[in-house]
């Protein structure tokens, strides 16, 4: 096992931190005015606009894989206009990857970061809006530092969660060495070859880092939640 473990090729690991990172990244500012208009509105469009926030939840990743395959797709307007016009290969590559990441990690942004908006008491914004600051302001200086448990959780999780992504990354970018072949993947060609040491070495290491991710995020809530209570 151990003379396995020193031929093992950890490039997937790399390539699925960078991909988990980028998609981190872009996710908090998409899913930060997202969320904070969800937690505030009282619109009609509301319960819409969270269905369709959380639909990678309940989808079958095969499913919006196939969607955003297609839409990547050459043939598609929107692929072609990045291909021909920007120069950009949206499919079987990593900016497609990360792409694609961003459609299938939303909720785990959207979701924290709108219930910690929710928790907030009324008369802290009403405070913030009246000693001159704006939305913006409010969000970054009031809202995000009162609601640290929630913006840790989603911070975490949606790292995680890209980091084990497997369905949606095979489809829109397949198996290339160096660009798209993430650890999920790595780990299901192994299982393919019945070459089950490296697919242990690999799942070893997945549960691992999930494991200690997700211990990390629970001492810090708990840490949270004891000072409140001094």
């Given at each position: 096992m151990f003379e396995k473990l020193m031929q093992i090729d950890f490039e997937p690991f790399l390539l699925s931190f960078k991909l988990a990172f980028f998609t981190t990244v872009i996710l908090f500012f998409i899913a930060l005015p997202l969320s904070w208009y969800l937690s505030q509105t009282k619109s009609k469009i509301k319960p819409y606009l969270e269905a369709i926030s959380s639909l990678p939840i309940v989808l079958p990743p095969s499913v919006l894989g196939f969607y955003i395959l297609w839409a990547f797709s050459p043939n598609s307007a929107l692929g072609s206009f990045f291909e021909e016009t920007l120069g950009v290969k949206l499919v079987f590559s990593f900016v497609g990857l990360v792409?694609?990441?961003?459609?299938?990690?939303?909720?785990?942004?959207?979701?924290?970061?709108?219930?910690g908006f929710e928790s907030l008491g009324k008369n802290i914004l009403e405070a913030s809006y009246l000693s001159g600051k704006n939305k913006i302001q409010t969000i970054f200086f009031v809202a995000l530092p009162n609601i640290?448990?929630?913006?840790?959780?989603?911070?975490?999780?949606?790292?995680?969660?890209?980091?084990?992504?497997?369905?949606v990354v095979l489809m829109v970018g397949g198996s290339i060495n160096s660009q798209t072949k993430v650890a999920s993947v790595a780990i299901y060609e192994m299982v393919e070859i019945m070459d089950y040491e490296s697919a242990h070495i690999y799942s070893i290491i997945m549960v691992l880092l999930s494991f200690f991710i997700l211990v990390c995020v629970y001492i810090f809530n708990q840490k949270e939640k004891t000072k409140r209570m001094i």
């Open positions: 792409v694609a990441s961003c459609f299938y990690s939303l909720p785990f942004m959207v979701q924290p970061l709108q219930s640290k448990p929630s913006l840790l959780t989603a911070l975490i999780v949606t790292f995680a969660h890209t980091v084990g992504e497997f369905g």
